[in-house]
């Protein structure tokens, strides 16, 4: 049985910063694409960022909204990625829910819901002042 656990949530104000990580356990699991997805109140579940087992600036995809103030990392040893979300706008309030894929995804596949997995619980992000 794997767990994606999600921690970091919480109440921020605009232009404010909160940091999400993702801990993935039980069997041994060492996924290749991790990425992290949100759903506000009444709305769909939405991408938002994902990174590929190596790392590099073209192994990850951001949504356009976040690009330049989310960054999405990962520490493969330990099976943790983590997203730095600065700049907090009203509308990034959601719950935040940590994925992983066994497989490589391409990026168009990294922005799809049933392209994962596994999934965490959700975290709650609430940015208002």
């Known amino acids: 049985q794997v767990q994606l656990v999600e921690s970091g949530g919480g109440l921020a104000l605009p232009g404010g910063s909160l940091r999400l990580s993702c801990a993935a356990s039980?069997?041994?699991?060492?996924?290749?694409?991790v990425g992290w997805f949100r759903q506000a109140p009444g709305k769909e579940r939405d991408f938002v960022a994902a990174?590929?087992?190596?790392?590099?600036?073209?192994?990850?995809s951001f949504d356009g909204s976040v690009k330049g103030r989310f960054t999405i990392s990962r520490d493969n040893a330990n099976n943790k990625w983590s997203l730095q979300m600065n700049s907090l706008k009203p509308e990034d309030t959601a719950v935040y829910y940590c994925?992983?894929?066994?497989?490589?995804?391409?990026?168009?596949?990294?922005?799809?819901?049933?392209?994962?997995?596994?999934w965490g619980q959700g975290t709650q992000v609430t940015v208002s002042s």
């Open positions: 994925a992983a894929s066994s497989r490589r995804l391409i990026t168009s596949q990294m922005w799809q819901i049933n392209a994962y997995d596994y």
């Open positions: 039980g069997r041994t699991l060492s996924p290749y694409t």
């Open positions: 990174i590929r087992r190596s790392g590099g600036n073209t192994d990850t």
